[in-house]
């Protein structure tokens, strides 16, 4: 059965308003995808093959353009590539993980560890209908239950789906999923919560196998599921607000506060300043890894002036900076990189899947906290290293992890690895380096994470946005767009925002 709840009254808000770019012309692009489809052979084709691809992209992506020209093909190469990964199914729409099969794949060779990865990925299309069904096909694909490996690996969904919530103002489909989020939560407090209240899992069912530590039959209280739990508990309150019950609303909430404090209880390791794995013998593991910075990605951590520390490791090359990205596990650890190579080691390699989760806490950590620890050049520098990392032989190029001092990827060779779904980066370049904040009210909030002296000109345009089409853009001297010098807003083509500067913009 394919999954329509308001699929019409969705689609009909994408055409309430041009989708026409007001200051890109579409045309401009095609060279990308015409360059991308000749770059190696098609290697498997699901729902819309590479000879359809431009049509596709021109349909349903915001257009993107600026003076760094690495960033502007690497965005159109990260949605050219996720179009890959659309698969039609007798439910739906489903989004894969990989293209080739993999034997513990659920059906339609499924797999759910990066699922919260597509759904902030993918709510920026203007065809929201992809997502909407691949998350109806998890969680009522299976002859309306629950596919048979949805909890295979630990889960943001709920938390993802407000996210998703927060561009598209889909209230209807966000309800109608509402009970189906709330059954999840409770079937992981069954079989994944302690004694104690914390949460524990297996780090290969955070899909971050061979960590330094963990292991895949150690229950730990990690702070991936600890701190997807609090974000999946804090918008679970809020949709039971918008439903009108508050009983529930309150329930949720005080599970979010409960976890809040024990994370920073437990978790935090104050010698370390940092937050670390609390294993399954109550004691700290006494190891930075990548998924200490997670509880920013749902604001987690008061703000702390000591939990702020944390964010120093992220300059730091004895902690998380190498050449080619932010390691999974920090770099002065004796034990670093010593789990061999080639069975999925999160034991301090690169990896896009962390690196999302990184950037986008990076990101919230930096407009919704007051802290001097980590500034503009520091967010730049490190998508900069995100986008560099993604090539392979002198060509755009997206795969499972790679070595952070020679940027070769590690499973490159490997047909698996080709166009590997587990990641975000053009979800990080409109809420991070560009600075969309989406939010529930209707004022449009762009705070960019670009230097000032960065970048000549800028402009993300076509921007599907609460029903209408926005268009932020950054010119220098003014003659790039001849709309002005500085930084402005425009909603349907209207300026409704501007500034000499790069700074925070709210309209009213």
């Known amino acids: ?171 209807n489909y966000l309800l109608d999923m509402f009970p189906d989020l709330v059954e999840e939560y409770e079937a992981w407090e069954g079989d994944r919560k302690r004694d104690d209240g914390l949460f524990w899992q297996h780090d290969v069912k955070d899909g971050m196998e061979e960590s330094l530590s963990g292991g895949r039959h150690i229950k730990n209280a990690r702070p991936t599921i600890n701190s997807y739990m609090y974000g999946n508990a804090k918008a679970i309150a809020k949709m039971a607000r918008m439903t009108g019950d508050k ?33 399954e013998n109550d004691t700290c593991a006494n190891v930075r890894e990548a998924i200490g910075f997670i509880p920013w990605y749902f604001n987690l951590p008061d703000e702390n002036s000591e939990y702020n520390e944390a964010w120093k490791q992220v300059k730091n090359e004895a902690g998380f900076l190498a050449p080619f990205g932010l390691t999974t ?46 500034q503009k050049e520091d967010y730049y520098q490190l998508l900069d290293l995100y986008v560099e990392s993604q090539y392979y032989r002198g060509r755009p190029y997206i795969g499972e992890y790679l070595d952070e001092s020679t940027g070769y990827w590690l499973m490159g060779d490997r047909e698996r690895s080709r166009y590997y779904n587990h990641s975000t980066f053009n979800d990080l370049l409109i809420t991070g380096l560009v600075g969309l904040r989406p939010r529930a009210d209707e004022k449009i909030e762009v705070n960019p994470l670009i230097p000032e002296n960065q970048w000549e000109y800028f402009c993300l345009d076509n921007v599907l946005y609460h029903g209408d089409i926005l268009t932020i853009l950054w010119d220098k001297t003014g003659k790039k767009y001849n709309k002005g010098k500085g930084f402005r807003i425009f909603r349907n083509g209207n300026e409704v925002a501007s500034a000499e500067n790069l700074e925070r913009l709210i309209t009213q």
């Open 1 to 171: 059965m394919i999954y329509s709840c308001d699929a019409q009254d969705e689609r009909n808000k994408q055409t309430s308003v041009s989708s026409k770019s007001f200051i890109l012309r579409t045309e401009n692009f095609k060279k990308y995808a015409d360059k991308f489809n000749t770059m190696e052979g098609e290697n498997i084709a699901q729902a819309i093959p590479n000879d359809s691809s431009w049509n596709w992209m021109q349909q349903n992506i915001p257009l993107f353009e600026t003076s760094q020209k690495s960033f502007e093909e690497m965005f159109y190469y990260r949605w050219w590539t996720a179009r890959k990964h659309i698969k039609k199914t007798p439910e739906g729409y489903a989004i894969t993980e990989f293209l080739v099969d993999r034997s513990y794949a659920d059906k339609y060779n499924l797999i759910s560890c990066a699922l919260s990865h597509h759904i902030h990925e993918f709510r920026w299309l203007h065809n929201r209908d992809y997502i909407n069904q691949d998350v109806h096909v998890w969680f009522r694909g299976n002859d309306g239950e629950n596919m048979e490996k949805l909890r295979t690996f630990s889960s943001w969904t709920a938390s993802s789906l407000y996210d998703k919530f927060l561009v598209d103002q889909n209230k």
């Open 247 to 279: 009983q529930l609303a309150s329930r949720f909430d005080k599970k979010a506060d409960t976890l809040k404090q024990l994370v920073e209880q437990h978790l935090w390791n104050p010698k370390d300043q940092f937050f670390e794995t609390f294993t």
């Open 329 to 374: 596990a920090e770099r002065r650890s004796p034990r670093f990189r010593t789990h061999g190579t080639g069975t999925c080691e999160w034991d301090g390699a690169v990896w896009p899947f962390a690196t999302s989760q990184t950037m986008t806490a990076l990101a919230n950590f930096m407009n919704d906290y007051n802290q001097n620890i980590v």
